[in-house]
């Protein structure tokens, strides 16, 4: 098989989660450990740091690893899911992986995917795992898929542990209470691994605690009275990203042999998108009329974002929007602003909600807006109308962002 022809297949195994969502979730590692074993253990041949959470796991994996990058490491990240190409959920040092490392990869180990019926997720953890190890990375940064104790990257034993928050997302599969959720993401806390949390409700905080105490690991809960060091991410909320970032890193240097000095970190939150590629969060596509792009897509996600949107200055807020069939919308649009006008669209996605249903809440909830073929047209129509002085927003989904990047 060529590149696309391995794309085609891996995307058409066992239902991936970014395209079907709840029926791929597999509720054990059986098959990850089998992979692993096949493949002679990789995951055991590199340093890592293990992060979940609701949101900003992203973004705060891309600022460990840029810092790292900065202070001389040989770098892996392992995130999802991807925004344009398959291959940006495996990179070093910021460039992603080969086409001809993923055809070997595919080609080499078909009969033994197949046999064994491994999802989507099962198979790019494992490829990403071997990557690493023959790249001879010094360390990797890993992203959890969903949730944490069931989640396939959780086979490895990092050097730290980082949950950056708890919200509800996924509930379908993480419970339908936010304990229920920290439950979960607290399942990547490791025997004597130290663990540094950004949740600052008590509540969940505690269940961290207990979790860590059981592990016999070290609790960290990230200061927010920490001055936040600048990065070139845009959004105040970044600003609760880069203490998560900076509390993981300064753990990592007390309990490793890894190194950072000041000067790498200051330069390595401030160079995020330049060395890791990282884009859609709070991204700015054009200036006049300024047009942002943002992959907020739940309830915690899009209240943050909305935040974000009361410090801006423009006259009027234009809004691209759409969405996938999984997510609470009505909680969603009880948090937009009404004084925008929207144009909606259904995501180039199996999961995408078709645009009658999605216009349905828009009409529900008394908006302004305006329903487009795809997010494209949608975004086109917003810039024809928009003056130089308004705004525009495109988000709702990371496949909405996808189509426009």
């Known amino acids: 098989m060529d590149y696309s022809q391995t794309l085609n297949w891996l995307f058409n195994q066992l239902?991936?989660?970014?395209?079907?969502?709840?029926?791929?979730?597999?509720?054990?590692?059986?098959?990850?450990i089998l992979l692993d074993n096949h493949l002679g253990n990789?995951?055991?041949?590199?340093?890592?740091?293990?992060?979940a959470g609701t949101n900003g796991k992203g973004s705060t994996c891309h600022m460990i690893a840029s810092v790292l990058q900065e202070a001389g490491?040989?770098?892996?990240?392992?995130?999802?899911?991807?925004?344009?190409?398959?291959?940006?959920?495996?990179k070093i040092n910021g460039v992603m992986v080969s086409e001809d490392y993923v055809v070997a990869f595919v080609n080499r180990n078909k009969l033994f995917f197949?046999?064994?019926?491994?999802?989507?997720?099962?198979?790019t953890v494992g490829m990403a795992f071997q990557y690493f190890k023959e790249q001879e990375v010094d360390i990797a940064i890993i992203e959890t898929g969903l949730g944490g104790r069931l989640d396939s990257t959780n086979i490895i034993k990092p050097l730290v542990s980082v949950i950056t928050n708890i919200d509800k997302d996924h509930v379908a599969m993480l419970g339908n209470t936010l304990i229920k959720i920290a439950g979960e993401k607290a399942g990547i806390i490791k025997n004597n691994v130290p663990v540094v949390v950004g949740e600052r409700r008590d509540s969940l905080r505690n269940c961290f605690r207990e979790s860590a105490i059981k592990k016999h690991s070290i609790y960290h809960q990230v200061n927010y009275r920490l001055k936040?060091?600048?990065?070139?991410?845009?959004?105040?909320?970044?600003?609760?990203n880069s203490r998560v970032a900076q509390t993981a890193l300064k753990v990592l240097t007390q309990s490793s042999n890894f190194k950072i000095s000041l000067t790498q970190l200051e330069a390595g939150l401030l160079k995020v998108a330049a060395n890791t590629g990282?884009?859609?969060?709070?991204?700015?596509?054009?200036?006049?009329?300024?047009?942002?792009?943002?992959?907020?897509?739940?309830?915690?996600?899009?209240?943050?974002?909305?935040?974000?949107?009361k410090l801006e200055k423009f006259n009027k807020l234009h809004i691209v929007m759409g969405m996938v069939s999984d997510?609470?919308?009505?909680?969603?649009?009880?948090?937009?602003?009404k004084?925008?006008?929207?144009?909606?669209?259904?995501?180039?996605?199996?999961?995408?909600?078709?645009?009658?249903?999605?216009?349905?809440?828009?009409?529900?909830?008394?908006?302004?807006?305006?329903?487009?073929?795809?997010?494209?047209?949608?975004?086109?129509?917003?810039k024809s109308l928009a003056h130089s002085d308004d705004f525009i927003v495109v988000t709702g989904s990371v496949f909405v962002v996808a189509e426009i990047i």
């Open 327 to 337: 997510k609470d919308v009505d909680q969603v649009l009880s948090l937009m602003p």
């Open 228 to 240: 936040p060091l600048a990065t070139d991410l845009k959004g105040e909320y970044q600003k609760y």
């Open 278 to 309: 990282l884009r859609g969060r709070y991204e700015l596509l054009q200036v006049q009329p300024r047009v942002i792009a943002d992959t907020a897509h739940n309830k915690a996600g899009i209240k943050t974002l909305v935040k974000q949107l």
């Open 42 to 51: 990789p995951h055991l041949s590199f340093s890592t740091i293990h992060v």
């Open 339 to 382: 004084n925008a006008f929207y144009y909606i669209a259904k995501p180039n996605a199996i999961r995408g909600m078709e645009i009658d249903v999605l216009s349905s809440f828009f009409k529900k909830h008394q908006f302004n807006f305006k329903k487009f073929n795809s997010v494209s047209d949608a975004l086109d129509k917003a």
């Open 15 to 32: 239902p991936m989660y970014q395209r079907v969502g709840k029926a791929a979730y597999k509720a054990n590692l059986d098959n990850t």
């Open 73 to 90: 490491y040989n770098v892996g990240l392992y995130t999802s899911p991807h925004l344009k190409d398959f291959r940006e959920r495996i």
């Open 114 to 123: 197949e046999s064994n019926q491994l999802s989507f997720f099962e198979m």
